[in-house]
């Protein structure tokens, strides 16, 4: 996996009050990524190394606070989450899905899924 990860990348910011972006590409600890759509012009430095498609902070989101995406709630910080870090399960909880939070971190699958 860390071959395929870029030394900077893109996210896409939905909503110009989304304090989370999208990623385009895999992105390497300590990358530059470029910030498209509602946030044009903004960087932030990945504070870890995150997937294509996932969420990345755009600013530090305290514990509690909303995870804003398409201008709307998406979900809650379970713990403080710091600019540039990758939000997924392990700190972010949804506001739709009581079980989202025991989802594994991986593949997203609920833990009574069994696979043949």
Same mark, same amino acid.
């Given at each position: 996996m860390q071959g395929l990860m870029s030394a900077s990348a893109s996210a896409?910011?939905?909503?110009?009050d989304d304090n989370v972006a999208t990623l385009l590409a895999d992105v390497a600890d300590a990358a530059e990524v470029r910030i498209t759509?509602?946030?044009?012009g903004a960087s932030i430095t990945a504070a870890n190394p995150i997937r294509s498609g996932h969420k990345i902070a755009l600013h530090a989101? $305290?514990? +509690?606070d909303p995870v804003l995406k398409y201008g709307f $709630?998406? +979900?809650?910080?379970?713990?403080?989450?710091?600019a540039g870090e990758w939000v997924h399960l392990h700190n972010c909880a949804s506001?739709?899905?009581a079980k989202s939070s025991s989802l594994d971190l991986v593949s997203g699958a609920r833990p009574e899924t069994r696979y043949a």
């Open positions: 896409f910011q939905i909503h110009a759509g509602e946030g044009r989101i $305290p514990e +509690g $709630p998406i +979900g809650h910080a379970t713990r403080a989450i710091s506001n739709f899905d």
